[in-house]
């Protein structure tokens, strides 16, 4: 658990150093996450090193939802501004995300039936 912990951190901790470097163009914790991703994926770090960190972070995920809530509660005033303007990119935003998680699902779904023709 400790070693899962310093990765997820020390990930964080990297993510948060490139992100100063592109001058927060990325938010840091989206390039620890990607960085942390791309370890596993090309196994320089194995799973189950994070695995027991990782559960523990995904059952308690309604913790991380607070501070958003309160940050909307304390600019109540400005989202009530601009709430159209939210609801259109939220709108937006949505509908080219399951376009492209339609696509991407078709396509895997073409490649899995074609594989089993060539092999069955």
């Known amino acids: 658990m400790i070693k899962g912990s310093f990765y997820i951190l020390l990930f964080y901790f990297l993510g948060e150093m490139l992100s100063l470097l592109m001058n927060n163009f990325i938010p840091g914790s989206v390039l620890g996450m990607i960085l942390l991703f791309l370890s596993l994926f090309f196994k320089v770090i194995k799973p189950e090193n994070v695995k027991d960190v990782a559960i523990v972070i995904t059952k308690n995920m309604a913790v991380f939802f607070v501070p958003a809530g309160v940050g909307l509660m304390v600019y109540a005033e400005l989202f009530s501004k601009s709430l159209f303007t939210i609801l259109i990119a939220i709108a ?15 396509n895997f779904e073409k490649r899995r039936k074609k594989g089993e023709t060539n092999h069955g």
């Open 92 to 106: 937006i935003s949505t509908i080219l995300t399951i376009i492209t998680v339609s696509l991407v699902q078709d």
